[in-house]
Structure formats: structure tokens, C-alpha cells
Antibody, heavy 121, light 109 residues
């Protein structure tokens, strides 16, 4: 079964750093892009960025460029999303999603369960 | 970058048909994919490409495209179809840059 399993919920203070993870199983991790998507409570989905684990080619949404870092370690089939200094506005649920093989529409065909990040003083 | 627009909310009577639309310049070039999200759950892909459904998605879900508009149609809506629906497409910047629509809340009456 193809699965993405994300790390658990986090409660952090402003200014702290954080790295959350997304572990893939059931397929060849190195050959599929992995995206990160933010959802602020009560709001819609926002595409943050995407990485190709095979060569670490990474693209960011202009809205998130410089705010987060996306990385991957194909030796453990895991993608990461990290912050160096959190703010309260980073409070959200973060999803990872696999980019499927359909070239015509680039579907995100498998999703992680989401990681809730709460930032508060 | 590109933007996608969706109606904030639509309602449909049980068993009737509802169409959800997504508009944006990038849709003249790229297909949309559609995601269903129920409260407290991760999004789920329901339709992609010209009109394809992942395994397990009922055939009452279908997609279509015309000009700058992509549509998701639910034919014979069921109570379990009540959810938020998001379209997604490539950004005008091209490969591996994406944008989501703001979402449409579907209420089944």
C-alpha cells in the first residue's frame, strides 16, 4: 500500500525552530515529487513547495520562498519541512502529498494525514 | 503567478446534480485536478486530467474543461459528498509550480 505518514503534532513558541517529516512507503520514493501544502485553521489549501527526492530539485511558492526549507533523505524515504524561526502565523496543518504519474494534470494522488503545528507564547 | 477562482458555496438536493467550477488563465493550458476534503480529514484526489478518477472514487464524480474553466460534476449527490472541494492547476510559471483554488463548500440538502 502506498502511504505517506507524517510526524506528530507540535506545540512551539515563537522564535523556535522546527522540522516535521513525511515518511513514504509502498513505492519508489526517489522517483516521485513530494509537495507540501499548508492549511490555516478554517481556511483553504495553499501550495508551499515541492521536492524531487532523487536529486533534491526543489521549487517554492513565492509566498513561502525564504520562509521554510524543504528537504528529503531518500535513504530513509522521508521528506522534511523546516522553519528556523517560527511565528504565530505559522500555526496551521501541514500536509505532504505525492505527485502522481499523470503528466497532464500533475495530481497529488497520495496525501499524508497532516501535522498540526501550533505556535504560541 | 496565476490565480484560480471558485464559488464559495453551493447546495444540492439529495440525488440531484451539482457542478462546481474553477476559473483561471492557466486552465487554458493545463488540466485541473480536484480534491475533496471532509472536516478533520486530509484532502483526497477525486478527478484529474481530462476526466479520470482514482481507484475507489465513485463514477458519479466527473470532470470537464472548456476554455479557462474546469468543472467537477457530481451526478446523483449523496449525503457523504458534503465536503469542501478544491481545484488545483499548474501555475503560469510552468513545471512543478502549483496553485489551489479557494475551495467550494458543497452542502447536500
Amino acid at each position: 500500500e502506498v502511504q505517506l505518514v507524517q510526524s506528530g503534532a507540535e506545540v512551539k513558541k515563537p522564535g523556535e525552530s522546527l522540522k516535521i517529516s513525511c515518511r513514504a512507503s509502498g513505492y519508489s520514493f526517489s522517483t516521485h515529487w513530494i509537495a507540501w501544502v499548508r492549511q490555516v485553521p478554517g481556511k483553504g489549501l495553499e501550495w508551499m513547495g515541492i521536492i524531487f527526492p532523487g536529486d533534491s530539485d526543489t521549487r517554492y511558492s513565492p509566498s513561502f520562498q525564504g520562509q521554510v526549507t524543504i528537504s528529503a533523505d531518500h535513504s530513509v524515504s522521508t521528506a522534511y519541512l523546516q522553519w528556523s524561526s517560527l511565528t504565530a502565523s505559522d500555526t496551521a496543518v501541514f500536509y505532504c502529498a505525492r505527485l502522481g504519474d499523470e503528466a497532464d494534470s500533475d495530481p497529488f494522488d497520495v496525501w499524508g494525514q497532516g501535522t498540526l503545528v501550533s505556535v504560541s507564547s | 503567478s496565476s490565480e484560480l477562482t471558485q464559488d464559495p458555496a453551493v447546495s444540492v438536493a439529495l440525488g440531484q446534480t451539482v457542478r462546481i467550477t474553477c476559473q483561471g488563465d492557466s486552465l487554458r493550458i493545463y488540466y485541473a485536478s480536484w480534491y475533496q476534503q471532509k472536516p478533520g480529514q486530509a484532502p483526497q484526489l477525486v478527478v484529474y486530467a481530462k476526466n479520470k478518477r482514482p481507484s475507489g472514487i465513485p463514477d458519479r464524480f466527473s470532470g470537464s474543461n472548456s476554455g479557462n474553466t474546469a468543472s467537477l460534476t457530481i451526478t446523483g449527490a449523496q449525503a457523504e459528498d458534503e465536503a469542501d472541494y478544491y481545484c488545483k492547476s499548474r501555475d503560469s510559471n510552468g513545471n512543478h509550480n502549483y496553485v489551489f483554488g479557494p475551495g467550494t463548500k458543497v452542502t447536500v440538502l
